[in-house]
């Protein structure tokens, strides 16, 4: 972490990606089957992205097979990353920070568009370099979705003259925050605690090293800004639903928005709508109509 900006040396806001255009017969390919891969392959099926998923791949075999049998005309299941790279034009990220780390920059730099959900990833400075820097040297483009997180847009218009702070006050149920290796490092059992409690307190690159498959909308508040978000995780113990309260000041006003989200039906730590905001995303840049920044 360099300085009080969002990650890196340089600002974020300076870092210009380019777009291009999804075409029809745009070859997509999905790297991780789990509960995320899963609904954003179900949308596929179901015909809610009218594209066709051309090949997939997972580190577990039997996930990638199980989610090809969705389909009447199955996916190709691929045997390793290469494969996946080789055999795809569009790659959605469904998988890990790892992943992320590992297998991006060699498929932007393959001229491969990329979308990833992973994005708390990218506020490591190393990666976060070496993933954009293939994206300008081979002009692939790179899809960030919003996630389980409202105000994004007038964060991302708020940074044109700059953002000053951003706060982001998570709130989860216990389901939410179990087995978090750092929870339990500080003995923290969250299925005991009797009120609501800040299990965490610091910035969005904490969090997300911390927190890694919890906390990603800290890493789009901070990209979409600017600016590192400083962030609170507290574990309610009444709480039914996944809450996130963002904040965002600067010269232009300030930009609040609170988020209220049902779990994923298959994957309580994490948001229903990070699933949904993944089709969104697809669905927009694969359509004719633009609506947002």
């Not at 040396?9 to 255009?21: A, F, M, N, P």
């Not at 996630?147 to 702070?165: E, I, N, R, Y």
């Not at 948001?271 to 993944?278: K, Q, R, T």
Request: aromatic content about 4%; glycine content about 8%.
């Amino acid at each position: 972490m360099k300085g009080d900006n969002a990650p890196g040396s340089g600002s974020l806001e300076k870092e210009k990606i380019q777009t291009v255009g999804v075409q029809t017969m745009t070859r997509f390919g999905l790297l991780g089957c789990g509960a995320m891969g899963s609904a954003v392959a179900q949308a596929f099926v179901s015909g809610e992205i009218p594209r066709t998923l051309s090949c997939v791949y997972d580190v577990r075999a039997e996930a990638a097979e199980e989610l090809a049998q969705r389909f009447k005309d199955p996916p190709r299941i691929c045997e390793s990353i290469g494969e996946l790279i080789e055999n795809s034009d569009f790659i959605i990220e469904a998988a890990s920070q790892e992943a992320v780390r590992e297998h991006m920059p060699a498929a932007l730099k393959a001229e491969r568009d990329v979308l990833i959900m992973s994005v708390g990833a990218l506020l490591d400075d190393d990666v976060r370099d070496k993933v954009y820097s293939a994206s300008k040297e081979s002009s692939a483009s790179i899809y960030l979705p919003s996630g389980a997180l409202a105000g994004v847009d007038g964060m991302l218009s708020g940074a044109v003259v700059g953002v000053d702070a951003v706060t982001l006050t998570t709130t989860k149920p216990p389901g939410g925050l179990r087995g978090v290796a750092y929870l339990k490092q500080r003995g923290v059992d969250v299925e005991r605690l009797a009120e609501p409690t800040v299990v965490f307190e610091g910035s969005a690159v904490e969090a997300a090293r911390l927190f890694p498959k919890n906390i990603n909308v800290s890493a789009v508040a901070s990209l979409a800004s600017g600016r590192t978000a400083n962030v609170r995780i507290v574990c309610d113990p009444d709480a039914e639903r996944n809450t996130h309260e963002i904040c965002a000041t600067g010269p232009f006003g300030e930009v609040t928005a609170k988020t209220t989200n049902l779990p994923s039906p298959d994957n309580p730590k994490t948001s229903y709508l990070a699933a949904l905001s993944v089709i969104a995303t697809l669905k927009k840049i694969t359509g004719n109509i633009k609506i947002g920044n």
